[in-house]
């Protein structure tokens, strides 16, 4: 056990060494003598409050606003039509979205596409193939921030605008129809500055909760109970796997196709 016991000692030792080393030692003295570290280091003395500057170098962090307790108005929440509306979101991925356009294109039918900017900025040829094949553009916010409705209206035009560049990027001429907000957390003032910019506030009514990973079985089974005619359904080709969501949607979209027809909401 001897040893043993001077391995603990030594490892104790070492973690006081450490502890004597945070952040708060000035640099100046990391580089003293050992003994250094046997004294415990005098309390720091009291820093003195800084003088209020008159100007400011920084702007103050802004505060939140609050999330409204209801979804605001101006929403769209139906496809406008009798046919489901396909939606997808987080994207575009180079693994998950191609294959969805296969999918689609093979059942002659388009969806919309929620793009997040840095993803669109980084994959310019996806973005340029969903426009092609006839799908619709969504902007998902720049770096899907679930808290931008919160933010100043400025913060959020800025996000807006961005996102639509690095669309636009690819696409010179895209029309991009939607904004949704992440999480469907929305304000009345982000759906006001999206219609600013020429975007309708797309929601959704079917939501399988495909993010969350469940088998593809639990997300053809929750769109299909939940599927009514003009019905938006939420999905995802981006964020995370997508392999559930791949194989739920080669059941979904002819079946969906065959009971209500699937088109874009306009
Ligand atoms: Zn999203």
Known sequence: MRP???LVLALSMVLLAAGCGSADKPPAQAGGP???????????????TPTPRPT?????KPKLRPLPKTLPAGLQRRSGTRAVALTFDDGPDPRWTPQILDQLRAAHVTATFCLIGTQ???YPELVARIAREGHQLCNHSWRHDLNLGRRTV??????????NQAIRAAVPDAEIKWFRQPG?????EEVTVARQLGMH???WTVDPQDWDHPPAKTITKRV???????SIVLMHDGGGDRRQTMVACRHLIPDLKRRYGISPPR
């Open 56 to 60: 400011r170098t920084a702007p103050p």
């Open 201 to 203: 506030a797309l929601h």
């Open 224 to 230: 299909e109970a939940a599927a009514r005619p003009g």
């Open 34 to 48: 050992p003994t250094a570290s046997a004294t415990p280091a005098p309390p720091e003395p009291p820093k003195p």
């Open 154 to 163: 400025a913060q959020i035009r800025a996000d807006l605008a961005r996102t």
């Open 184 to 188: 469907g957390r929305w304000t009345a």
């Open 4 to 6: 043993r016991a001077a």
């Open 120 to 122: 669109a900025r980084r």
